[in-house]
């Protein structure tokens, strides 16, 4: 059974930062590309960042130079640091983990990032 299970999410002022955190099991996490996606107010979820096997990462343009994936595959975790944020990163940030065996996708259950003054 797939998990991936969020964390560090949280209320924060413009400029501030916040690491999330999304741990996996059920998965043979080396081999999965990981990325977070985001979802605000009103709006459809989108691609924030994607990190694959091999540690190549790409980034949504908005979150250029602020925001930074990385992955610890001995702990089958991977992060996202924010920093500088914006009122505009205000989402559900959600975890997600691509199986390139099935292609399936994976879901985590959504960490709440509140940005506000």
């Known amino acids: 059974q797939v998990q991936l299970v969020e964390s560090g999410g949280g209320l924060v002022q413009p400029g501030g930062s916040l690491r999330l955190s999304c741990a996996a099991s059920?998965?043979?996490?080396?081999?999965?590309?990981m990325g977070w996606y985001r979802q605000p107010p009103g709006k459809q979820r989108e691609l924030v960042a994607r990190i694959l096997s091999d540690g190549t990462t790409n980034y949504a343009d908005s979150v250029k130079g602020r925001f930074t994936i990385s992955r610890d595959n001995a702990k089958s975790t991977v992060f996202l640091q924010m920093n500088s944020l914006r009122l505009e990163d205000t989402a559900v940030y959600y975890c997600?983990?691509?199986?390139?065996?099935?292609?399936?996708?994976?879901w985590g259950q959504g960490t709440q990032v509140t940005v506000s003054l």
């Open positions: 997600n983990a691509y199986s390139p065996y099935d292609r399936k996708n994976y």
């Open positions: 059920g998965i043979a996490f080396n081999s999965y590309p």
